[in-house]
């Protein structure tokens, strides 16, 4: 199993980014597939998740509204759409494979929320 992580950086206040998470060694569309991040000093989080066929989807109440996750199955990618990003949102974050459960993980994307 090898997740990939792209995306992410430093961002000002407002701002968007996105994270992509490119799956392989397993098949992906079988898979719900979540992102957490870690901030300094902080236990890594739930940022939000999806299930394989994309139906549910659940996030963290610190970012509904402003992030939203996706998935293309045909590619074996997972995305988070990251809008109106705030300096809390500054942390590493992570790919993992599941929905409740954390297979395996990315390697982590550090997003800096900064003026």
């Known amino acids: 199993v090898q997740l990939v992580q792209s995306g992410g950086g430093l961002v000002q206040p407002g701002g968007s980014l996105r994270l992509s998470c490119g799956a392989s060694g397993f098949t992906f569309s079988s898979y719900g597939m979540s992102w957490y991040r870690q901030a300094p000093g902080k236990e890594r989080e739930l940022v939000a998740r999806?299930?394989?066929?994309?139906?549910?989807?659940n996030y963290a109440d610190s970012v509904k509204g402003r992030f939203t996750i996706s998935r293309d199955n045909a590619k074996s990618t997972v995305y988070l759409q990251m809008n109106s990003l705030k300096p809390e949102d500054t942390a590493v974050y992570y790919c993992?494979?599941?929905?409740?459960?954390?297979?395996?993980w990315g390697q982590g994307t550090q997003v800096t929320v900064s003026s």
């Open positions: 999806i299930s394989s066929t994309g139906k549910n989807i």
């Open positions: 993992s494979q599941g929905w409740a459960e954390r297979f395996a």
